[in-house]
């Protein structure tokens, strides 16, 4: 079965440099959640996206935005990156509740 | 969403029943229970869900008391690959999945 996936499965960025991540959910999920899992941290949610529009927000910097494509795809993107930033960026999708979460295999993102 | 207490550590022999316990004890009723767990770096796995009654699929059974105060994880023949983080979720439709703390469970041979 399709699973959600994830590009890059890495990414080494810069300080102050720009980043971008890409999800593409399972086929025919309506929902698509974004998650950051700093080194001995639980994921944190970050944002999440139901039929394209934003649904809920949570403890996402201004430095980051995000957005679902017609396509259904999303992006995460991240800019004046700094080291604490880095972190394992999940991505999660799902039907309309109460339905469980499938989450993506993760994109490890190190700031230098 | 409600939250939840969950033993931050257990170990477990391989091949035997492990019971991992949650309390939830201001749990809503339209909220449910979820459970999900995280191997090392991987993404988390969703395991199962209930909202009152008991459940089981091919990984695990949920057995939910009937005041829905506190519920158990039941994995039926631990294996090493289970070894890992496992995450009690009480959460209404519609409310997102909120991870806290979690039960490090390790299965010994």
């Known amino acids: 079965a399709a699973g959600v996936i994830q590009s890059p499965r890495h990414l080494i960025k810069e300080k102050r440099e720009t980043a971008t991540l890409k999800c593409y959910p399972i086929?025919?999920?309506?929902?698509v959640y974004w998650y950051q899992q700093g080194p001995g941290q639980d994921p944190q949610f970050l944002i999440s996206f139901y039929e394209k529009m934003q649904s809920d927000k949570g403890s996402i910097p201004d430095r980051f935005s995000a957005q679902q494509f017609s396509d259904y795809h999303s992006e995460l993107n991240m800019s004046s990156l700094e080291l604490g930033d880095s972190a394992l960026y999940f991505c999660a999708s799902s039907l309309q509740e109460n339905y469980g979460y499938t989450f993506g295999s993760g994109t490890r993102l190190t700031v230098v | 969403d409600a939250k939840t207490t969950q033993p931050p550590s257990m170990d477990c022999a391989e091949g035997r029943a492990a019971n991992l316990p949650c309390n939830h004890s201001?749990?809503?009723?339209?909220?449910?229970v979820y459970w999900y767990r995280q191997i090392h770096s991987q993404g988390p796995q969703y395991i199962i869900h209930g909202l009152k009654n008991n459940e089981t699929n091919e990984m695990a059974s949920l057995i939910i008391t009937e005041d829905r105060k506190s519920s158990t994880l039941i994995l039926p023949h631990a294996t090493l690959r289970d070894t890992a983080v496992y995450y009690c979720i009480v959460k209404a439709a519609g409310n997102k999945l909120t991870f806290g703390g979690g039960t490090r469970v390790l299965v010994k041979p």
């Open positions: 201001t749990i809503s009723g339209n909220e449910y």
């Open positions: 086929p025919r999920h309506d929902t």
